[in-house]
Each structure stands twice: as C-alpha cells, then as structure tokens.
C-alpha cells in the first residue's frame, strides 16, 4: 500500500512570494490533514478535511493561507504570501476511520525555508 | 498550543537499555496515541491507549495511562540504535475529533 505522497520535499522562496504544497492521501482514506511542524515542536493542525469539506479550519490564518480538497481526494496547500515566519515543515496526514480513534498516517512533509 | 509536555525533552541512552518517556496533557481525552518521527520523516504511529485503559503492550513498547494525573509514559524495552528517533504524545480532547500534539522527546540510543 503507497503511503501518503507529498511534493515538494523542499522549498526555498523569498518572503512576500507565493508557495504551494500539494498532497495525495492513502487510497480510501477520507479524512486529510495539514499540520505545520516548528523546529524543535510537534505538529500543529491547520485543517482537517472529511471527504472535501473543510470541517476544523480554526487555526490555519486565513489571510494568507488557503486549502482545497477536489474531489475529496488530493489537497493543496497555499500560502501568498510567504512570511519569514512561514518557515516550517508542513506535514500532510490521512485516515480512514472516522472517529476519534482515528491513526493517522503521515507523508514526509515539505520543508519551507523563506529567505 | 499544544496540549501535550513531554519529559525529558531529550534522552540518550545505551543500546540494550530501556527508555522511558512521559507526557503530560492538561484536559480530559479521548485516547492518547504515541508517534515516532525519525529525523527529516514524517510520524509513525505506535500504539493508541483509550482513556479507559490504563496498560498497554507492543512488541517492545508498554505504554501507561493515568488519567487522574493527566499523564501517559512510553517505555521502550531493550532498545536498539534504529529506536533514535523523536516521540510525540498526541491526544484528543474529550468531545473532539482534533488531535493535539506534545513538545516531543528526541531519544538517542548509542550503539
């Protein structure tokens, strides 16, 4: 079974430009995650999607930040624009049980340095 | 914010020996799930511990739950250099689906 597909691995942007992440989820997982990981921390949740709708987006900053989930199956991530306080690792996550013992899987995440 | 604190922030022991970790949270949960994350990776999941449960056993990883002290330890039986890694506590908050996560501790085995 493929795991949890991230790309870019790696991004180096200026500030004030725009950058986006992409995700492609475990086949037949409905739930999909955004987390931002801070050197040193644990992740932090950005989004929760069940199937394409956007049902925890309490803590992704809406004026610069964006999320979508075609067809309840890929996702991308935006941010425009960048700040330097962006940089981060942004880990993409799915799940299939719904509920709240749900496992989540992790892709490898994207790094995002902005200069 | 993070829910969870992990103690000790960082741990190095020699292979063969056991590590022990903890993690404390400040509300009511759910259930308490471990992960691993070896370095530039994602997490790995370990093992859920329900709130109702107070023990419980994989492989080499016991894991307890004390949820009148809102803490959770991992312990990691004869480790071996391939257990180097970070390991978060992530709960969710009783009535939630959100899974918060803690500060992690960055565990070193030396071979």
């Known amino acids: 079974e493929a795991g949890v597909v991230q790309s870019p691995r790696y991004k180096i942007i200026e500030k004030k430009q725009p950058v986006a992440f992409w995700c492609n989820p475990i086949s037949g997982h409905n739930t999909l995650y955004w987390y931002r990981q801070n050197l040193g921390q644990g992740p932090e949740l950005l989004i929760r999607y069940e199937n394409e709708e956007a049902v925890d987006d309490s803590q992704l900053p809406k004026d610069r930040f964006s999320a979508e989930r075609l067809k309840g199956v890929d996702s991308t991530l935006k941010i425009q624009p960048a700040e330097l306080g962006d940089s981060a690792v942004y880990l993409c996550?799915?799940?299939?049980?719904?509920?709240?013992?749900?496992?989540?899987?992790f892709g490898p995440g994207t790094r995002l340095l902005v200069l | 914010s993070q829910q969870g604190e992990e103690d000790p922030q960082a741990l190095s022991i020699q292979e063969g020996e056991n590590a022990t970790m903890n993690c404390s949270y400040k509300t009511s949960i759910n259930n308490l799930q471990w992960y691993r994350q070896n370095s530039g990776r994602g997490l790995v999941h370990l093992i859920l511990i329900r709130s109702n449960e107070r023990e419980k056993h994989s492989g080499r990883l016991r894991v307890t739950l004390d949820t009148s002290k809102k803490s959770s330890s991992l312990l990691i039986t004869a480790s071996r250099a391939a257990d180097t890694a970070s390991y978060f506590c992530a709960t969710t908050a009783s009535g939630t689906y959100k899974y918060i996560f803690g500060t992690g501790t960055r565990l070193k085995v030396l071979a």
């Open positions: 996550a799915s799940g299939k049980d719904r509920g709240r013992r749900e496992t989540q899987y």
